[in-house]
């Protein structure tokens, strides 16, 4: 999939959480050149993880333990690490001269003893931050050594992502959730009048990266939170006005009055959150989107799920001209199966679809 992406030639990408249906594509992309990409939109997580891991890998003296704190204290420590950009003074100049990272193999770095305590202390933070049951296999399935290798792999791989794009000079452009709680993000956040950010505002770091293994493991567990995925809004011809959100798997905790009043009503395209699935996990997503959907014309796009999947009920009882879907990627083997076109420069969405496309 990352090769029919880089056939678009984007010049901005956003990576809006590590699930590997969304960052597996990574090395296809990469294969096929990023010479016409100039920004990278990620995760303030994966720089946490991506530095720990640097650090680790280095042979930095570890720090065994974090202090006893609660949830609370444990997330402020991480995000005073980092401050929010005030986007008319942004410079892309002025990036911490530690910026690049050097690329490492972490699983080989570490010692089994090491890879044991990062596997405890993932599994602590997870099942304390956990929001629904999904996507937490790889940190409970297996041995402790099995689970250990595999968060090392994980942050192996976010770091890899990273050092990829500062090698080839994209610029890498840092988003938090945490600290775009109380603002309205969706105005400034990324480029406005082509792309932002609903639920995250840029952040830029203050500090120099822990060698904490419990940190890391802490940043992990951050990152598979569905409320922390970034829910990017597509701009129509320079306005919010008729633009688009793509939902990708956020839970929608981020949908206050605010946005309720000042966004979704002013787009025109959505995304279905965790690609139409019925799962009741993902019942606070579709609630958060009801005022849109109760809405005469807006058009609702499903992309990737499980061919198998129960189909949410209320994408499936939406009008079919105002849903398209790529579930027939898992039948026909051709790239219209599995991409949706989105045209943004015009009042309707435009569309391409598979030639046995059906209804769901």
């Not at 029919?4 to 969304?22: G, R, W």
């Not at 009920?313 to 790239?335: M, W």
Request: hydrophobic fraction near 40%; proline fraction near 5%.
């Amino acid at each position: 999939m990352g090769r029919l992406v880089a056939q678009a030639s984007p010049t901005i990408l956003v990576l809006t959480h590590d699930d590997h249906d969304h960052i597996g594509g990574w090395e296809g992309f990469t294969e096929a050149g990023l010479d016409t990409l100039d920004e990278l939109w990620i995760p303030y997580e994966w720089d946490v993880v991506a530095r720990a891991a640097e650090a680790l890998a280095q042979g930095a003296i570890l720090v065994s333990k974090l202090p006893e704190s609660s949830l609370p204290e444990l997330e402020e420590s991480l995000r005073s690490g980092y401050s929010a950009v005030v986007s008319d003074a942004r410079n892309p100049t002025d990036a911490p001269g530690d910026a690049m990272l050097e690329a490492v193999d972490l699983s080989a770095a570490l010692s089994d003893a090491q890879k044991d305590e990062l596997s405890v202390s993932v599994q602590r933070y997870v099942r304390l931050l956990a929001e629904d049951s999904e996507d937490l296999d790889e940190f409970f399935d297996g041995t402790a050594a099995e689970i250990g290798r595999r968060a090392a792999s994980k942050a192996g791989a976010l770091q890899k992502l990273m050092v990829d794009a500062y090698q080839n000079r994209v610029e890498v452009r840092l988003f938090s959730v945490d600290h775009g709680r109380s603002s309205t993000p969706w105005w400034s956040a990324g480029r406005p009048g082509v792309a932002t950010l609903a639920n995250a505002v840029e952040v830029r770091r203050r500090a120099a990266a822990s060698s904490s293994l419990p940190l890391l493991s802490f940043a992990l567990a951050l990152s598979v939170q569905n409320r922390r995925a970034l829910c990017p809004v597509l701009w129509h011809a320079g306005k919010l006005e008729g633009g688009a959100i793509v939902w990708s798997d956020s839970s929608g905790s981020w949908v206050t009055s605010n946005a309720r009043t000042e966004l979704l009503p002013k787009l025109h395209i959505s995304t279905a959150p965790h690609h139409a699935s019925a799962s009741p996990d993902h019942d606070p997503a579709w609630k958060a989107l009801s005022s849109f959907l109760t809405r005469a014309e807006p058009v609702m796009l499903s992309a990737g799920g499980q061919w198998n999947q129960q189909v949410r009920k209320e994408y499936a009882s939406l009008a079919p001209s105002r849903k398209r879907c790529t579930r027939c990627r898992c039948e026909v083997r051709s790239p219209e199966s599995q991409t949706i076109v989105l045209h943004t420069d015009e009042r309707r969405a435009g569309f391409a679809r598979g030639e046995r496309c059906r209804e769901p």
